[in-house]
Protein backbone atom coordinates (compact mmCIF):
# COMPACT_ATOMS: atom_id res chain seq x y z
CA UNK A 1 0.00 0.00 0.00
CA UNK A 2 1.33 3.31 -1.26
CA UNK A 3 1.64 6.13 1.61
CA UNK A 4 -0.89 8.20 0.24
CA UNK A 5 -3.38 5.56 0.52
CA UNK A 6 -2.16 4.18 4.17
CA UNK A 7 -2.34 8.04 5.21
CA UNK A 8 -6.11 8.32 3.69
CA UNK A 9 -6.96 4.94 5.82
CA UNK A 10 -5.75 6.53 9.17
CA UNK A 11 -7.24 9.76 8.72
CA UNK A 12 -10.96 7.67 7.60
CA UNK A 13 -10.53 6.06 10.98
CA UNK A 14 -9.57 8.82 13.16
CA UNK A 15 -12.99 10.35 11.64
CA UNK A 16 -14.84 7.31 12.41
CA UNK A 17 -13.14 7.13 15.94
CA UNK A 18 -14.39 10.88 16.31
CA UNK A 19 -17.80 10.40 14.94
CA UNK A 20 -18.21 7.44 17.66
CA UNK A 21 -16.57 9.48 20.75
CA UNK A 22 -19.72 12.14 19.32
CA UNK A 23 -22.28 9.72 19.18
CA UNK A 24 -21.31 8.04 22.72
CA UNK A 25 -21.65 12.04 24.51
CA UNK A 26 -24.89 12.36 22.45
CA UNK A 27 -26.15 9.47 24.25
CA UNK A 28 -25.12 9.98 27.58
CA UNK A 29 -27.90 10.95 28.94
CA UNK A 30 -29.70 7.45 27.91
CA UNK A 31 -31.09 5.14 30.63
CA UNK A 32 -31.05 1.10 30.56
CA UNK A 33 -29.01 -1.57 31.01
CA UNK A 34 -29.04 -2.48 27.71
CA UNK A 35 -27.72 1.18 26.65
CA UNK A 36 -25.00 1.29 29.44
CA UNK A 37 -23.74 -2.29 28.18
CA UNK A 38 -23.42 -1.00 24.47
CA UNK A 39 -21.74 2.08 25.62
CA UNK A 40 -19.07 0.17 28.04
CA UNK A 41 -18.25 -2.01 24.97
CA UNK A 42 -18.08 0.59 22.32
CA UNK A 43 -15.59 2.95 24.72
CA UNK A 44 -13.87 -0.53 25.20
CA UNK A 45 -13.52 -0.80 21.32
CA UNK A 46 -12.84 3.14 20.54
CA UNK A 47 -9.79 3.09 23.10
CA UNK A 48 -8.76 0.13 21.74
CA UNK A 49 -8.69 1.57 18.39
CA UNK A 50 -7.12 4.37 18.90
CA UNK A 51 -4.33 2.11 21.09
CA UNK A 52 -3.72 0.60 17.60
CA UNK A 53 -4.12 3.88 15.47
CA UNK A 54 -1.52 5.22 17.01
CA UNK A 55 0.86 2.10 17.49
CA UNK A 56 -0.18 1.92 12.93
CA UNK A 57 1.28 5.03 12.73
CA UNK A 58 4.42 4.48 14.86
CA UNK A 59 5.21 1.18 12.97
CA UNK A 60 4.53 2.24 9.47
CA UNK A 61 6.86 5.42 10.07
CA UNK A 62 9.78 3.19 11.41
CA UNK A 63 9.43 0.48 8.48
CA UNK A 64 9.67 3.64 5.82
CA UNK A 65 12.62 5.11 8.19
CA UNK A 66 14.20 1.62 7.99
CA UNK A 67 13.40 1.16 4.49
CA UNK A 68 14.89 4.28 3.31
CA UNK A 69 17.84 3.57 5.48
CA UNK A 70 18.84 0.07 3.49
CA UNK A 71 18.23 1.61 0.44
CA UNK A 72 20.31 4.61 1.13
CA UNK A 73 23.47 2.07 2.66
CA UNK A 74 22.83 -0.30 -0.19
CA UNK A 75 21.59 1.09 -3.60
CA UNK A 76 22.72 -1.54 -6.28
CA UNK A 77 20.81 -4.25 -4.25
CA UNK A 78 17.77 -1.84 -3.89
CA UNK A 79 18.12 -1.33 -8.13
CA UNK A 80 18.78 -5.26 -8.62
CA UNK A 81 15.47 -6.42 -6.34
CA UNK A 82 13.47 -3.76 -8.23
CA UNK A 83 14.59 -5.47 -11.51
CA UNK A 84 14.04 -8.75 -10.55
CA UNK A 85 10.36 -7.67 -9.17
CA UNK A 86 9.82 -5.67 -12.06
CA UNK A 87 10.82 -9.09 -14.64
CA UNK A 88 9.33 -10.99 -12.48
CA UNK A 89 5.78 -9.16 -12.72
CA UNK A 90 6.16 -8.95 -16.59
CA UNK A 91 6.86 -12.11 -17.12
CA UNK A 92 3.85 -13.31 -15.09
CA UNK A 93 1.48 -10.91 -16.94
CA UNK A 94 2.57 -11.59 -20.60
CA UNK A 95 1.15 -15.48 -19.81
CA UNK A 96 -2.19 -14.53 -20.03
Not at 65 to 75: A, K, L, M
Amino acid sequence: MDNVTTEKLMADLRAVVRDAEELLQATAGQAGARVEELRARAEASLGAARVRLDEAGVSAREAARDIDEQVRGNPWAAVGIAAAAGLLLGLLLSRK
